[in-house]
T-cell receptor
Framework: KAGVTQTPRYLIKTRGQQVTLSCSPI?????VSWYQQTPGQGLQFLFE???????NKGNFPGRFSGRQFSNSRSEMNVSTLELGDSALYLC????????????????FGSGTRLTVV | AQKVTQAQTEISVVEKEDVTLDCVYE???????LFWYKQPPSGELVFLIR??????QNEISGRYSWNFQKSTSSFNFTITASQVVDSAVYFC?????????????FGKGITLSVRP
């Protein structure tokens, strides 16, 4: 069973540019979450998508956005990049029960390491 | 608000020693889940264990064991007979079963170095 796939693995962008990161969840997982990891702030929740709808959002500026497609694949976009956006961006997928959210545990991808110069 | 505290930042042990990683959490949710993840240098967060709040039975899985105590809001993780391959950053995380707190809230992580 394939795991969570994130592309690209590494990215270097210039301040002011925008970037799009991709995440393909485990087959059958309908929820995709995104986390940012920096040395200073640690692991922080960005947002979660389920059935193409954002169901939860962290405390990040509007420059950070995401979307989910009908096949559960997700993309996150960061516009007007700042130096502080340099981080490891991790995607996680999980199963959500039909009756309501139930934590079967998150499976993470290997991440995309974004460097803003 | 949810909070996870991992007071230890770095631990260094010699191979075959036992090591315990501490985790203390805060939540107002009545039903919640606790996790331990391992992050090797490759960056991927590897799921280790999950425990729900309504089951305080402690278990052992191979070289891993955990001690969940609701009364003290602690969820400690022990590696028995540590190996060099156990060297990584270990994160404790908390999530509620539903709603806005169903996201994972992580501690700052503990860097474990196992020396041969």
């Amino acid at each position: 069973k394939a795991g969570v796939t994130q592309t690209p693995r590494y990215l270097i962008k210039t301040r002011g540019q925008q970037v799009t990161l991709s995440c393909s969840p485990i087959s059958g997982h309908r929820s995709v979450s995104w986390y940012q990891q920096t040395p200073g702030q640690g692991l922080q929740f960005l947002f979660e998508y389920f059935s193409e709808t954002q169901r939860n959002k962290g405390n990040f500026p509007g420059r950070f956005s995401g979307r989910q497609f009908s096949n559960s694949r997700s993309e996150m976009n960061v516009s007007t990049l700042e130096l502080g956006d340099s981080a490891l961006y991790l995607c996680a997928s999980r199963v959500i029960d039909r009756e309501g959210p139930y934590n079967y545990g998150y499976t993470f991808g290997s991440g995309t390491r974004l460097t803003v110069v | 608000a949810q909070k996870v505290t991992q007071a230890q930042t770095e631990i260094s042990v010699v191979e075959k020693e036992d090591v315990t990683l501490d985790c203390v959490y805060e939540t107002r949710d009545t039903t919640y889940y606790l996790f331990w993840y391992k992050q090797p240098p490759s960056g991927e967060l590897v799921f280790l264990i999950r425990r729900n709040s309504f089951d305080e039975q402690n278990e052992i899985s191979g070289r891993y064991s955990w001690n969940f105590q609701k009364s003290t809001s602690s969820f400690n993780f022990t590696i028995t007979a540590s190996q060099v391959v156990d060297s990584a950053v270990y994160f404790c995380a908390l999530s509620a079963s539903t709603g806005a707190n169903s996201k994972l809230t992580f501690g700052k992580g503990i860097t474990l170095s196992v020396r041969p």
